[in-house]
T-cell receptor, first 116, second 112 residues
Framework: EAGVAQSPRYKIIEKRQSVAFWCNPI?????LYWYQQILGQGPKLLIQ????????DSQLPKDRFSAERLKGVDSTLKIQPAKLEDSAVYLC??????????????FGSGTRLTVV | GEDVEQSLFLSVREGDSSVINCTYT??????LYWYKQEPGAGLQLLTY?????DMKQDQRLTVLLNKKDKHLSLRIADTQTGDSAIYFC????????????FGPGTSLSVIP
């Protein structure tokens, strides 16, 4: 099966500019996640979608970050305006329930954002 | 709140065994995972263990879970240079939406 696709691979922007990232999950995966991974740290969940709906966005800085999942498939994550501390890798992942109750994640390669 | 801790660095010689440790605070965890991240890549699921198991073996990988002490470990037998990467412990909590918390990662360096 095809993996989780993300674009762009790299992005460099100036602070106060806006940026958007795109994610196409594995076909049939109902759950989609956006994680922020700052250099040297583990991934931090920003937002989790179940089909079209948001089930957890408690750590999403809503004053500048927004995300949507169109028709329960592709998703975009936007930052407006960007700050220096937003420099990180933004990882998208998707998952589905297995027959044994195992919920595996598949991650995309990520988008490396540098804010200067 | 929930927390997952790991030691940040581990260095081993090629052919030796590596043991990467993880501790967590949430007692309602259901699944516990080990992910591998190579430079410039996303996270790759290596293995997982369900919380009612003590041990799981998968080829060179052995996962041990001590639920009482909330301690998880990953043993890599016959460590190879290709095993050099960052290893993340992750814990799935029993919530209505199965939240997963990641540790900070352990950077494994394999010396030839």
């Amino acid at each position: 099966e095809a993996g989780v696709a993300q674009s762009p691979r790299y992005k460099i922007i100036e602070k106060r500019q806006s940026v958007a990232f795109w994610c196409n999950p594995i076909s049939g995966h109902a759950t989609l996640y956006w994680y922020q991974q700052i250099l040297g740290q583990g991934p931090k969940l920003l937002i989790q979608f179940q089909n079209n709906g948001v089930v957890d966005d408690s750590q999403l800085p809503k004053d500048r970050f927004s995300a949507e999942r169109l028709k329960g498939v592709d998703s975009t994550l936007k930052i407006q305006p960007a700050k220096l501390e937003d420099s990180a890798v933004y990882l998208c992942a998707s998952s589905t329930r297995g027959t044994g109750g195992y919920y595996g994640y598949t991650f995309g390669s990520g988008t490396r954002l540098t804010v200067v | 709140g929930e927390d997952v801790e790991q030691s940040l660095f581990l260095s081993v010689r090629e052919g030796d065994s590596s043991v990467i440790n993880c501790t967590y605070t949430d007692s309602s965890s259901t699944y516990l995972y080990w992910y591998k991240q190579e430079p410039g890549a996303g996270l790759q699921l290596l293995t997982y263990i369900f919380s009612n198991m003590d041990m799981k073996q998968d080829q060179r990988l052995t996962v041990l879970l001590n639920k009482k002490d909330k301690h998880l470990s990953l043993r890599i037998a016959d460590t190879q240079t290709g095993d050099s990467a960052i290893y993340f412990c992750a814990v799935r909590m029993k919530t209505s939406y199965d939240k997963v918390i990641f540790g900070p990662g352990t950077s494994l360096s394999v010396i030839p």
